[in-house]
Each structure stands twice: as structure tokens, then as C-alpha cells.
């Protein structure tokens, strides 16, 4: 549990960042769907707290405690993702949610924090320098399993979202060159495989669209083009908040989640995208700088793992959002609504606010 | 397990590759500004331009809904197209003045304008809302005019509703109203949306499925004056289905006509099958009027007044069916074997039942008579005797049996039942028990018993087809194919009554028309008729305050109903006219200018 002085080393920098963005999400969000029926903004405030609640709860428990018994919360999380492709609930074309009386829940974003504890587990008592190849394959393993098991529902985004996490754990563990070529080929040929055999018709336009925009400009590549438009015409000062021309991003799937940027870039123009990729920046970097302050090699695992986990969401979301990335569904974390990433979020600072706090061997 | 053997262990490589990671970090970072800073300064004027002429809209595709058509392909109901002017709210540069501006153009109170503006207030803004339909062309010039000035309003053609006959026919076709916004939020029109139009009464109601297609829509790409560049996607209008009905055009305009001037309704049925040739009811209206979104004063008026036109008197109007219950008390008494057909009793005008005089309509007496002159005279009298031996449960349980307290099953909404009385009946309902001087009213089709016109038809059909009932119906084909299962008749039940007791009743009815009896009125030379009359009596103003408690007003009346011809049932008319008088004089005679038309359409 938490003692006083535990209490002091809380990083309450971190959790301002965190608090910050997720109200200028709030606002967003708001402008985003205020004329749609049902209140999402307050749905989302709703969710921040409950996360905040989830925030205390997983603090309050010692990380290595979690790390320890990461292979049961794992497969809890396991068997969920397969309940799910039996009795979940279709949301627009996926079966990815579990519903709860009055509130429902995507385990393939909690599945994020199960892997990132239990990949930490893995590593924990890694000392060698690189990578071992029974540790590679382990954590492949792990990590392919939920990723299946997403992309049946389908949900190529969030299966894809994983790679990252398994990615940041190779970094530290160290890969050498043969390695990186090995991890290549399987890619490549796992693509191949993948666009033959796995992927459907409208995830190959988006990829086409990606590399060829101008070639569908009515089909697949015209949200990219209107959520362009829609920053471009915002300019410097933006058109004001709530004033975006609706008309621009009408049909775009989902104003108030996958493009909650353009709205940003719409409404606040450049002087807006500039105060939130800075607002962003600090969270990221309080992160990442984090590294620094755990006492062992799972603390520094974990706080990677989140770290990069978030920050490649960010990415992609932004990227997509300005054209330079294929429509993958991948939410921007805190700024987009939506409950689960928001709970999967703050379990992953909440766990780097867990080793930070617990930084001292005295304690 | 974790090893606690070292207080700090030796972190920096794996920190260090952490924190090349968090270079790249910042280095995307600084990429990504300058992405935006090229999008959002350096191109900005090339993506305002783009965002000023390509702006997608959504039109919707009105779809046209189905044609009603009588039995012989006669259009009833079709759609015509009118125009509606309708605002796009994205459009006003100040709603306010729009307001004003648009108000006075169409001639509307600006306030009732709002009012319906205000309605949509959840849709996009880009969608049009219909504020003034049914334009004239003077309108329509006068909004094309002022185009330029006023690109918020947009004129947009609309398929219109429209019953080429006026009020033929008005009560079984039924009118369309606006869907309120309780309607919507009912959830019980799952597939509409604000500002569609919905059958309410009759057979634009029944049948509204079936009639309402399913609106197209399109998603357009406009420029920022509205104007049309090019179309993303196009789901086209699926057309609502047409109807064909069982009714008659020639024999509902002559049963209406037949009414003009009276209040009253005609049922005309189709004996072995139950399609329904005419269903009138008079005061009637013209739909015509009612086809405007917006409540016209018309509508308020017609809702508001004492003779309810509104009503469908043939379904809904509850009265006392007199005589014609003599029908059914013959039937009840026969089965249960308390009189055969030649059991006499004698008529002088008036008797004592009970300690009470109760009269026969003809004061001087009938003299002796036996069932079909009874039937023949309706000889009250004798009705008398076998309500007494019966017993008013008895008369219940083979009302019951042959279709009255119940509803008929007519494919038409708003039916009513009538009531049947018993002892339990009164008991709950009054709180008093039965006294058995009611009885002897009710033989005679007075008392609390109460029928509509249809329940009379439909009991007059089962009488003419020997105790195999119909379901009378209105529909009759969707768009030539037969109507699924749950609108044609169920299985004809019979009553369990043998035939030849029918045929004796029926002998009486024979005489009624064709010996000289109360119903001659009605007899055609050559068509074998069977029919009763009906007329009541005013009931005691003590009665008609109590009825008036139960919310039913009963009135006085004249009946006839009849069959023909005789040995192979045909037709069926039923015929009621209110403070008509006696059912010889009034009804009948109407009824033989439809079999008339019957006997002619036959040839």
C-alpha cells in the first residue's frame, strides 16, 4: 500500500500533464459533437474520472506486485478478447465491446496495459545485453496471440496499435543485426500473407489511398481530403471554437474520436495545433524522461513501454489526420473520445507514477 | 519472483536506449510543426478555396407513396407533385433577418415560423426544413424572384397526396398528418424522421407500411452558394407499394349519394368472401384539406364539431339494432329448441309481462303468428315470448356466438365492439342486478344492447352463407400479389348451428321483402331479397342521460339489412339512417337502389 512518504515522491507534474490534456480533450470533444443527439462530452467527463479512480487504485499497489502476477491479469484479458468474438456487441462493424449495464468497455485497449505489464514481467530479470532467442520468440508469441484475436473483430487499428509495445521492449533488450534482418523478412512476408489472404477490400483502398491520393479522390481518399481542407482553411487564428464549417467533416466517421485533431486544426488554426502539440509535448516528455528515475530493470521496462505506447498513438492519429498515414481507427489518446483508451491511458501513467513514487529502496 | 539482492541495479544501458528513443520523439515533433505550419500558413489560401467550393450537403429523395386503386383498378388516392420552400440554416449570414425576410415573403407570422424552425433543432445545419408546402405558382415565382437575395430558402418539389374523388370514400381511405415530435421520440416509427408524413385513420394508417416507400439520398458536393458541383454517393428511393382495394367504385359512389343530406352508413358485403364493396359513412369530409403539414383551421373545425364527420359511423357508431335483433333471437331460440317454426302465439297490440304493458309497433295486433310471420311483420309480440323463455343468458352466449359484443376483425383501425348485456355485465358494470323486464327489451334489440353497422353486415352474411362466418376485409391485393397470411380471413368458423334452422330463418326473411311484410320496400323484381328492417323507438331521457354517463349516446334509427339472391348468396347490404324513421320507409328503399346496382353490375 502507500505510505506518507511515498506520497511525496508523487510526480504531481505528471499528473497535471495528464489532467491538462485530458480537458482540453473535453472541449474538443464537445465542439466535435455537440449537434450529434446524446452527450458526449459529458460521457467523457464521466470516464475521467472514472479513470482518475482506476488511476488511484492501481498507484495505491505496488508495481512489482502487478508485474508479478501480470500472467493472470494476461489471460483474464485473453479470454476476454475471445468472449468478446462470441458475445460482443457490434459497434459499427466490430465486434469489440463488452456491454455493461450501464457503461461498456473495449478489452483490446486494456489488452495494451496487460501486455505492457506482462512483456515487463518477461524482461525483468533480462541482464544480458541483446536479446536472446527463446525471450524473442516468447514475446512475439504474446503479443501475436491478442493481436489475432483483435484483428478477427476486425480491428486491424488496435491490433496494429500492439507493435509498437513489443517493438519498445526489443529496443531495450537490445537487437543485433541479424536480428533486425530476421525481424524484416517475417514482416515483409507476414504483409504479403496478410494483404492477400487477411485484408479486406476497404483496408487495401486505404493503403492504395495513402501512396496515391489523388487516384479515388471521391472514395477512400476523401476524408483524408476534407480533414486537409478542413486544417488548411483554418489558417493562422482558426475559424473559432464551434465555428468549423460542419459541412467540411459531415460524413467524416467520427468527428468527436478518429479526427478530433482536424476539428483543433479547424476551429483553433495553427496557434491551437501549436498549444496542444505542446501541451502533448510536456506529458510525453515528463514520460519519457521518467526512464531516469526507476530503481529496476521492470520499472524502466514499463515506463518505456507506456511511454512509447502513447506517443505512438499520437503519431499516428496526427499523421493520419494530415494524410500521411492510412485510416487505421486508432483514437488520440485523451484528446478523442472515447472510455476505454482514455482507462487504458491512465493505467499506463498510473503505472509510471507507481515506479517513480516507489524509486527509493527505503521506502 | 523479483531479486532484491542489489539496492540499484545497472541501468544505464537500457536508459540510454530509451532516451535515443526520446530524441526521435522530439524530432518527429519539430516535423510535425513544420507539417502544419505548411498546411495551416504557407497553403492556407489554397485550402480556403477549397474549403469554399467543395462542401458536401445531404438531399434527401422524397419517395412516392403507394396508389390506392378500388377492386376494377380506379385510382383513390395517388400522388401529385407540389412544391415546399424550405431554409438551410447554414446559409444565413444573420438568422434573424432570414427570419424576417422569409416570413414576409411567404405570408407567415414570423413567430409561427420560428416555432417550426425550432422543431429541427438537433439536425445539421446544412439540412433543409420544410416551412410553408403546397405552394401556389404565384408563390413559387415569387421565391424563385428573389433567389439571389435570399439563397437560404430553397424551393424543392415533393410528392403531394391527392384523392381525385374528394370525399368518396374519404372514411376508409383515412388522411396523412405531419409526425409530431412526441411521435418520434415514441420510438415507435423507428424508420421516420421530423417532418414525415403518416397515415392517422383508415387504410393510409393500416396499411402504412406497405404504401411508404423509403426516402433516397444523396450526398452532394456544393459550392458556398448552393449550388450543385457533383455527387459522392446516391442511394436511390424505393417507391411505396399500391393497393388494391375490395371496394366497388360505382357502389360507393351510390351508397354515399344515397346518404347525402342524412347521417348514416351503407356496408356493402361481398356474402361468401367478406370483401367489403362499400363501406359509407355520412357527414363525411374531403382528405384534400388535410394533406397540408400545417394544421389548417379546416381540420380544427371538422375535429371540433357535433356531428363528427371525422367518424366512421360504419366501425365506430354504436346503436341500438332494433329489430334486426329479431334475426339473432330466432336463431337462439330455434337452436336451443325452445319454439320450432310452427310454435303460435297470438299478437293483439299490446301484453303484460311481469306486471308491465310492453306494446307491438302495430296497435291493432297482429293476430296469431308463427316464426316467419313473425319475421315477416316483426311482430314484437312474439319476440316478447321467446325473450322470456330464453332468458338473458341465453341470448347472450348465441349473441356472442354470432358475432356481436365482439369486433369483426375489418382490416381498418378504430373499430368498435358494441356490447352484449348479461347479468355480470351489470353487476360490474352498474352494480345492480338484472331485472328480467330487460330482458323483454332486449329481445326487441332495445335495452343496453349495442351493435355497428358492420357487426350487423357481418351477421347478416353468416345468416346468408348457413352459419359460415366471414372476416369482412378491405384489402385486396399488394401490387397484384395477394396479401400475406395475416390479412386474409382466417378459417371460416361455422356457429355450430344447423343449416336448416338458418333456412327457416331465412324463409321469414324472404316474406319480409317478397310477401308483403315490413321490408318491401326493398324488393327488386327478379332477386330473390331476404332482409329485416329495424327502427327504434326515443329512448326514455332517463336512459340517454344514464348512456351519456357511459360516454356512448344512443340514437334513433332506421335499419335494414338484407342478402340476395336468396339460394346463392351474393351480396349483402346493410343499411342505417339516423332519425330516419321506420326502417321500411327510410332504409329499405335505399337498400334496393343497391341491389339494383348489383343486379346490373352482375350482367
Known amino acids: ?363 | 519472483m523479483m531479486e532484491d539482492n542489489k539496492i540499484y541495479e545497472e541501468l544505464t544501458l537500457i536508459q540510454r536506449r530509451a532516451l535515443w528513443v526520446y530524441f526521435v520523439v522530439c524530432f518527429l515533433f519539430v516535423m510535425l510543426i513544420l507539417s502544419f505550419w505548411k498546411i495551416q500558413v504557407l497553403d492556407h489560401k489554397k485550402y480556403w478555396a477549397l474549403s469554399e467550393s467543395n462542401r458536401t450537403r445531404e438531399v434527401i429523395i422524397p419517395c412516392r407513396r403507394g396508389l390506392v386503386k378500388d377492386r376494377n383498378g380506379k385510382i383513390l388516392a395517388k400522388s401529385i407533385a407540389s412544391f415546399s420552400a424550405s431554409i438551410i440554416r447554414e446559409s444565413c449570414k444573420d438568422f434573424e433577418a432570414s427570419c424576417q425576410n422569409i416570413a414576409r415573403l411567404l405570408n407567415l407570422e414570423k413567430e409561427v415560423l420560428q416555432e417550426r424552425i425550432k422543431k429541427y433543432k438537433s439536425f445539421p445545419l446544412s439540412y433543409p426544413i420544410v416551412v410553408k408546402d403546397n405552394l401556389s405558382f404565384e408563390e413559387v415565382s415569387r421565391i424563385e424572384a428573389q433567389k439571389i437575395e435570399l439563397p437560404e430558402l430553397i424551393l424543392q418539389l415533393e410528392p403531394k397526396r391527392f384523392y381525385p374523388h374528394d370525399h368518396l370514400a374519404s372514411h376508409v381511405l383515412g388522411y396523412l398528418q405531419e409526425l409530431s415530435p412526441q411521435d418520434i421520440q415514441s420510438r415507435q416509427y423507428p424508420d421516420r424522421q421530423l417532418g414525415d408524413l403518416i397515415g392517422r385513420t383508415g387504410i393510409e394508417k393500416q396499411y402504412d407500411d406497405f404504401l411508404e416507400g423509403i426516402d433516397g439520398r444523396v450526398l452532394e458536393i456544393v459550392d458556398s452558394l448552393g449550388r450543385r458541383k457533383g455527387e459522392i454517393t446516391r442511394k436511390e428511393p424505393v417507391q411505396g407499394k399500391w393497393l388494391q382495394l375490395t371496394l366497388d367504385f360505382d357502389i360507393q359512389k351510390k351508397a354515399e349519394d344515397l346518404l347525402e343530406g342524412r347521417e348514416g352508413a351503407i356496408v356493402v358485403l361481398e356474402a361468401r368472401s367478406g370483401e367489403i364493396l362499400a363501406l359509407a359513412s355520412y357527414p363525411t369530409f374531403d382528405p384534400n384539406k388535410f394533406i397540408n403539414r400545417f394544421t389548417p383551421e379546416e381540420w380544427l373545425n371538422l375535429i371540433q364539431s357535433p356531428e363528427f364527420p371525422l367518424e366512421n359511423r360504419a366501425l365506430r357508431g354504436l346503436y341500438s339494432p332494433g329489430s334486426v335483433f329479431k334475426l339473432t333471437m330466432a336463431l337462439a331460440a330455434l337452436d336451443s329448441r325452445v319454439i320450432n317454426e310452427e310454435t303460435s302465439f297470438y299478437c293483439s297490440g299490446s301484453t303484460h309481462i311481469y306486471g308491465h304493458p310492453f306494446g307491438c309497433w302495430f296497435k291493432p295486433g297482429h293476430g296469431a303468428m308463427n316464426l316467419s310471420s313473425g319475421i315477416q311483420n316483426s311482430c314484437n309480440i312474439y319476440f316478447y315470448q321467446l325473450g322470456q323463455r330464453l332468458g338473458i343468458e341465453a341470448i347472450h352466449q348465441y349473441a356472442s356466438l354470432l358475432g356481436f359484443g365482439i369486433q369483426t376483425g375489418v382490416d381498418l383501425p378504430g373499430e368498435k365492439s358494441g356490447l352484449v348485456p348479461n347479468a355480470e355485465w351489470k353487476q360490474r358494470v352498474k352494480k345492480e342486478p338484472w331485472y328480467p323486464g330487460e330482458t323483454i327489451s332486449v329481445s326487441i334489440g332495445q335495452g343496453p344492447l349495442l351493435v355497428t353497422p358492420l357487426q350487423i353486415a357481418v351477421h347478416t352474411a353468416l345468416i346468408a352463407n348457413r352459419g359460415v362466418s366471414v372476416r369482412p376485409h378491405i384489402l385486396k391485393a399488394v401490387q397484384n400479389e395477394l396479401p400475406a397470411r395475416g390479412n386474409i380471413p382466417a378459417n371460416p368458423q361455422t356457429a355450430g348451428i344447423s343449416t336448416d334452422i338458418f333456412e327457416k330463418v331465412i324463409k321469414g326473411m324472404w316474406r319480409s321483402v317478397n310477401d308483403g311484410g315490413t321490408g318491401r320496400g326493398a324488393r327488386v323484381e327478379g332477386f330473390d331479397i331476404c332482409g329485416k328492417t329495424g327502427s327504434t323507438q326515443v329512448v326514455s331521457t332517463a336512459k340517454e342521460k344514464e348512456l351519456l354517463e357511459m360516454d356512448q349516446k344512443l340514437k334513433t334509427h332506421s335499419w335494414f339489412t338484407g342478402f340476395g339472391p336468396k339460394d346463392d348468396p351474393q351480396v349483402v347490404v346493410t343499411v342505417l339512417v339516423e332519425y330516419g324513421g321506420t326502417g321500411g320507409a327510410t332504409a329499405a328503399p335505399l337498400a334496393r337502389q343497391l341491389f339494383n346496382l348489383c343486379l346490373k353490375k352482375n350482367d
Open chain 1, 1 to 363: 500500500m502507500i505510505d506518507r512518504r511515498q506520497i511525496q515522491n508523487i510526480d504531481w507534474a505528471l499528473v497535471f500533464y495528464l489532467l491538462l490534456n485530458s480537458i482540453l480533450g473535453v472541449f474538443i470533444v464537445y465542439s466535435g459533437s455537440h449537434y450529434l443527439p446524446g452527450d458526449y462530452y459529458l460521457k467523457q467527463i464521466i470516464w475521467i474520472i472514472i479513470s482518475f479512480l482506476a488511476l488511484v487504485v492501481f498507484v495505491s499497489l505496488d508495481y512489482k506486485f502487478l508485474v508479478t502476477y501480470s500472467v493472470y491479469f494476461y489471460s483474464l484479458l485473453i479470454i476476454l478478447l475471445g468472449w468478446v468474438l462470441f458475445f460482443g456487441k457490434i459497434v459499427s462493424g466490430t465486434k469489440a465491446w463488452i456491454k455493461f449495464p450501464l457503461f461498456q468497455v473495449q478489452p483490446s485497449e486494456l489488452m495494451k496495459v496487460g501486455l505492457i505489464l506482462f512483456l515487463a514481467y518477461i524482461f525483468a530479470e533480462f541482464r544480458h545485453p541483446f536479446l536472446p532467442w527463446k525471450k524473442l520468440w516468447l514475446s512475439s508469441i504474446s503479443v501475436l496471440v491478442p493481436m489475432i484475436l483483435v484483428s478477427i473483430q476486425p480491428d486491424m487499428g488496435t491490433a496494429l496499435s500492439y507493435t509498437p509495445i513489443l517493438l519498445a521492449a526489443f529496443i531495450l533488450a537490445g537487437l543485433n543485426r541479424k536480428m533486425v534482418i530476421i525481424i524484416l523478412v517475417c514482416v515483409l512476408l507476414f504483409g504479403l500473407a496478410f494483404w492477400n489472404l487477411g485484408l479486406r477490400e476497404y483496408q487495401k483502398d486505404r493503403l492504395t489511398t495513402l501512396v496515391f491520393p489523388g487516384q479515388d479522390p471521391l472514395g477512400a481518399g476523401y476524408h483524408i481530403q476534407q480533414s486537409k481542407i478542413a486544417i488548411g482553411s483554418g489558417g493562422f487564428l482558426g475559424k473559432g471554437y464551434r465555428k468549423g464549417t460542419q459541412s467540411q467533416l459531415r460524413f467524416l466517421p467520427a468527428r468527436h474520436t478518429d479526427f478530433v485533431f482536424s476539428v483543433i486544426g479547424e476551429e483553433l488554426g495553427f496557434l491551437g495545433v501549436l498549444a496542444a502539440l505542446l501541451s502533448y509535448f510536456l506529458l510525453l516528455s515528463r514520460l519519457f524522461l521518467s526512464v531516469k528515475e526507476s530503481r529496476d530493470r521492470a520499472g524502466v521496462y514499463l515506463i518505456f513501454m507506456v511511454s512509447v505506447l502513447v506517443a505512438s498513438q499520437f503519431f499516428i492519429n496526427i499523421l493520419m489526420v494530415i494524410g500521411l498515414f492510412p485510416i487505421a481507427g486508432i483514437p488520440l489518446p485523451l484528446l478523442s473520445y472515447g472510455g476505454s483508451s482514455l482507462l487504458t491511458t491512465y493505467l499506463g501513467v498510473s503505472l509510471v507514477l507507481n515506479v517513480k513514487m516507489r524509486r527509493f529502496a527505503n521506502v
